[in-house]
């Protein structure tokens, strides 16, 4: 459906053919599977592929192909994540896998679990990566200050997606957020791949997938034009040029008012609800003034705030907001019409945010040390942290 977008893809990474690892399991389309199986009878296919998304089994423990037929897809068919290390946190409501990459790249992806309430019921988000490394720069992002390393493939996504899956058990994971390592947008095609065939494929309702994008407009405008109902969430983190210029170098490039005029034309267009988010940083974007410019920013589309207090990173010498702070400026926002969540920081024990855990791991202090310094045990004795080496 889409043609390739040098705007949104060569000029922030590699263009998407260069050095892919071959073909994995999770990358094939169903028609690619099928022509695999060109010899069996045909309902083989739907069994494979009912196996493989609905119910996340590996070739192997699908029961009803042939022994002789899952072994052969268990060869020639190799999958790409393989887990690298396991962080557990928030009595198990947190998971969050590194996976080792046929090339030794590494991704992370955190699954989370959420009770339900009187308001909402309970549902499981699964955190995924689009790329390797991340290409954007944002000077607070973890990710951003280790560099691009490559775009994922199809496979690689999805099958973040499904080792989750497995991991949550009866737990059916409900919503998936391409809140990771990388920037969606820049690695389009597989991130639009991969989100219809998550939806398609493995059920998951097209509302509750969210794609969050830096500001890259020629994204946003595929978005808008898609059929699709995703969710689009914008890393804002600040509402005017020269404080954004400063913080997401992509503004250079996109400033706000472009970016604001892409987002009313979503809006416009779709109707859908659009999230900003803020990661509250002291001192340089939690002031009232800030939340009174992303008041004004937030009105012509209604648009929803998601604060998160800044995680601390190695190389962004500002701290977090303080909880104070935060909820002041959240009244502020309220104040003035606007819808505002403050997300939890969910497994920030186990740097289950932001490519902290890769970049710990390939700086080699992987044993629970926080970019902060404090040991995990020694932040927060009350949560239980469970690790496991493959
Ligand atoms: N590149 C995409 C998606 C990945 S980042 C994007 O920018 O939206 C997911 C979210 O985490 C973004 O809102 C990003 O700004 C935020 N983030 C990055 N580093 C962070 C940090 N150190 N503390 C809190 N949020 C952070």
Redesign the pocket.
């Known amino acids: 459906m889409f043609t390739s977008d040098a705007e949104a893809t060569d000029e922030w990474g590699p263009p998407m053919n260069a050095a892919q690892p071959p073909p994995l399991l999770y990358d094939l389309e169903r028609e690619e599977l099928a022509e695999f199986l060109s010899d069996e009878p045909k309902y083989r296919v739907d069994q494979l592929w009912e196996g493989l998304y609905r119910d996340a089994l590996l070739p192997a423990e699908i029961s009803n192909l042939p022994k002789r037929l899952r072994e052969e897809l268990t060869d020639a068919l190799p999958t790409g994540c393989e887990l690298a290390r396991e962080s557990v946190a928030d009595d198990g409501d947190t998971v969050k896998f590194l996976w080792s990459l046929a090339d030794q790249a590494t991704v992370e992806t955190v699954l989370m679990h959420y009770p339900g309430s009187s308001a909402s019921a309970a549902r499981s988000t699964v955190c995924v990566s689009s790329q390797a490394g991340?290409a954007?720069a944002?000077s607070?992002?973890?990710?951003g200050q280790a560099g691009f390393e490559r775009h994922l493939s199809v496979g690689e996504i999805v099958e973040q997606v499904l080792r989750a899956q497995r991991r949550s058990g009866d737990r059916r994971v409900s919503n998936v957020v391409?809140?990771?390592?990388?920037?969606?947008m820049a690695n389009f095609d597989a991130t639009w791949m991969a989100t219809k065939r998550l939806h398609e494929a493995v059920g998951i309702g097209a509302r509750h997938i969210t794609i969050?994008?830096?500001g890259l407009i020629p994204g946003i405008r595929k978005l808008t034009e898609a059929e699709l109902p995703v969710s689009l969430?914008v890393?804002l983190?600040a509402a005017d040029d020269d404080l954004r210029n400063e913080l997401v170098p992509l503004n250079r490039k996109y400033p706000l008012d472009q970016l604001m005029d892409a987002c009313g034309e979503y809006f416009g267009r779709t109707g859908r609800r659009l999230t900003f988010?803020w990661?509250l940083i002291s001192g340089v974007n939690d002031r009232y003034e800030d939340a009174d410019r992303l008041a004004d920013r937030c009105r012509p589309t209604s648009a929803h705030v998601n604060l998160?207090p800044?995680?601390?990173?190695p190389s962004y010498g500002v701290p977090?907001s303080s909880r104070n702070r935060v909820h002041a400026f959240a009244n502020r926002l309220r104040h003035r019409g606007v819808n505002v969540t403050i997300r939890d920081t969910r497994g920030s024990d186990i740097d289950a945010?932001?490519g902290q855990l890769s970049t710990a791991h390939s700086l080699g202090r992987a044993g629970g040390k926080s970019p902060s310094g404090d040991t995990t045990s020694d932040r927060t004795r009350s949560v239980q942290i469970t690790e496991r080496r493959q």
């Open positions: 991340c954007m944002c607070f992002c973890a990710t391409f809140m990771g390592m990388g920037e969606p969050s994008t830096v969430a890393s983190h988010e990661a998160i800044l995680n601390p990173t977090g945010a932001c």
